[in-house]
């Protein structure tokens, strides 16, 4: 299965422009083939019309129609094999078994999406009967239910080459709730992103879709993504990244004349707060679950724990003299790319420079920079500097945590308060601390998406429940989630049918329930048919 | 019951600037006591921080508390008596019965809003429960619920001085959904404003919920406006107003360091579509009908049918020949304010003289402007000159209304595929269109909140099933709906707990589901406990 390296657009992989990129094996920084083609903006305005195009079919599809599509794309991807993971390790320098979980996260995914909407509950079907009686004004038949936007424009992290690039997440739940896909795909990537779409463009051929049902533009060009965003044929935006590209996203859409909604997921500190009970019980066992979380995938997860806040004592000495030990003695690892690795050590070095902050610990085996090697570091700082400086509390995307020492557990709260928007919260106790940290979690539940006891931020379950969002600047709509089955909701509107002939409305909202789903009818919930 | 003419922040009615304006009774233009004080950005500031400080104490009341707060602020309304009625007749011109069935609205949305929270299913709530035997790793406990956003921001309405404004739809869902509110007062309409916070006071009282629950701002500066959005305590905005006022709150949020959700309602022109099979069996009827909704309320509704599309023939003739004489007819009546008037007297000129538009009827009785009067208006145009000029694409604000004349059911369908986001789109039909109109509901239902059959947009219904949005420029959040009980989920997110101890889960997420709602446990709805 050789690779193009091209953009495809309508199913056609020919789009040609001057310019190309290519993808580097991190572990060897060397380059590797093919070169791909830079989409120019005539392609990105074509797989934009694509989508559209696509769309009027699409959109019209049943629910059974797209469940076949994504189970159909989770079967090409698996087919793909070992081509598919030796790919991605090579891109992205993930561990192999990383990868092949991540692909089996990937395929779960599209097949969740797929049994979700072959219930069909999802819609949120509302039916209110006529009262024509009613006095003063007889009441009108109005039915609703979720509807698809349009065009998606999905962009490809570089940490999550399959589970949050090119038939992701966000891909999986765009086309799960009807709408059309165009993919910008990370340029880290840009290989395991084209393989993904050649298996894309299976499911599209086995299941007869439109060929711009998903699209896939390559290019490392920001001012290419920002036409993306701006095109009017685009409806809304999925990104996962950093602070700055996704902010940059955010207000490109939201100056478009029609502006359009934007979910970046961006910086994510994951303050971890231990109780002092929990520390009397089990310092060590923190400490060492703690540095697994920090320097798992080499500190690259949107969950990794980047701040630990806890009450000085002699326990929290101890969990400190662990967490050292293990961070010291932790091997550097591979990160996703150069400019990623860059980014780690000017962080790093700037946080190491700050008022207040004390290095602690440090990997004692050198990271080898041409092998875009990255080690792990642990820092420490009093409360009250920590609620001083804001910049303690900018993310550091990499292995790198700063452990946060208080007074009291009032200043435990003062930290909890001062917190921006994460994605997740993590609370460490024992029996005894449950009355004294009710405030605390109170606090805490405010400023995440997730608040976790007893465990550790990375490694996001996907299941209805999950909630992988959060306040600004975690993400930049706190009302939505990327993981989990909720995330179909982002994609999609309401709309209203008043008096509607049975004939002209969805299937969903007919008398007869022929789909079996749960209705609210007339204020509550039932299967039955009207 | 005096007015006081003060803003009233956490309670206190003692704010004091050094400016004042007053309201007008438009049907004389004569100055209406008392003057009321312009907040200045002080009061402007301690009105959002009110708003914070209640927000830490009322999102932890339960559902039978704000269900309890709702009810009260209904009964208390209602116990202002012809105050009320009396002083918002006096500052909108509104006829007396409107104002009335107006109240019943605003009293029926709080109590509507009061019995959902009471059943409670609302909130979503989703239980995946562990499996700590899952392989390779075990699956945590992870519940979710929509939780409240914090301080919101509500703009209160020209048009609607009750229901869309001091208590009106989105004070209700942001206090049913746990938020507390600032709210700013329509200028047109203060003295109505503080009556309803008047009762609003009352209710906060006799509920012992935070002074700062609801906080009323009086101003006719829009720097204080902008104030209020870019505050770093408010969370979220909504407003029902102009294209220009609605996008500039907009872009405002949208630049702040932290963005917040926005919710403009804006410009609408609301096309009714005539199939001919409708026209050939009731062209008169459809005429009267119309016209009723156009000149209703002096056509100051968002909903108002400001579009007629239909092909050209003998029927379409006719239907022309009836609405003429009944625009004719139709007396003038007395806008909400003078700047209203002016503007719509400005629109309907500039439309008068666009290329290809004609002036087909107008009131033959003259509109006084010194009572603030407009008269309603008919004006045609072909189908490709309204295809090809955009301006006529936008909304004139009161009794105007344009025939756009169709060579053929294509063309109508052209005129759909090019008409922006709306609140609504209506379809009259006769059985024999039926079919051919299944093309023309496709299109227009994708640019539309509510596509509505063989009756006319004006009257929205307060239920479930109801959307009052819309794609941009219609609103600035198409996956909103600001009337019905939907409008709790505007102001809400959802926040996940994982592996949480039981007492400290919020009630509704705990094992033993002590309020019965509806759960989705493990994919399955249920109302069993876990």
Known sequence: ????????????????????????????????????????????DKAAQAAAEAFAIYRRTTPQQRAAFLEAIATEIEALGDILIKRAVAETALPEARITGERGRTTGQLRAFAALIKEGSWIDARIDRAMPERKPL???????????????????????????????????SALAGGNTVVLKAHPAHPGTSELVMQAVTKAIATCGLPKGTVNLIQSVDTKVSTALVTHPAITAVGFTGSLGAGRAIYNAAAARPLPIPVFSEMGSINPVFIMPGALSERAVAIAEGFV????????????????????????????????????????????????????????????????????????????????TQAGARLFRVDASTFIADENLREEVFGPSSVVVVCKSLAEMEAVAACIPGQLTGTIHTAASDLNACANL??????????????????????????????????????????????????????????????????????NVNAAGIWRLVDGALTKDAV
Chains 1, 2 share one sequence.
């Open 292 to 371: 697994g979380s920090l320097t798992m995938g080499v500190g690259q997860f949107c969950t990794n724990p980047g701040v630990v806040v806890a009450v000085a004592s002699k326990e929290l000495d101890l969990f400190l003299a662990k967490a050292s030990e293990l961070v010291a003695a932790a091997a550097p690892g591979t990160m996703l790319y150069e400019g990623i690795r860059r980014r780690y050590e000017e962080c790093v070095a700037t946080l190491a420079k700050r008022q207040g902050v004390s290095a602690v610990a440090a990997a004692t085996t050198a990271a080898d920079a041409k092998r």
């Open 1 to 44: 299965m050789d690779l193009h390296g091209k953009n495809v657009i309508a199913g056609v992989a020919g789009s040609t422009s001057g310019k190309t990129f290519h993808a580097i094996d991190p572990t060897t920084a060397t380059k590797l083939t093919p070169d791909f083609e830079e989409a120019s903006f005539a392609d990105a």
């Open 441 to 510: 979690a109170e606090t805490l539940g405010q400023h995440v998406g997730r608040l976790l006891w007893n465990g550790f931020p990375t490694g996001v379950e996907v299941c209805p429940a999950m909630v992988h969002g959060g306040p600004y600047p975690a993400t930049t709509d706190s009302r939505s989630t990327s993981v989990g089955t909720g995330a179909i909701l982002r994609f999609v509107r309401p709309v209203s049918f008043q008096n509607a002939p049975q004939e002209l409305l969805p299937e969903q909202l007919r």
């Open 138 to 172: 007889p009441r009108p038949d109005v039915r609703r239910m979720l509807m698809p936007l349009g065009p998606v424009l999905v962009y490809g992290a570089s940490n999550f080459p399959l589970a949050f690039s090119a038939a992701g997440g966000d891909t999986a």
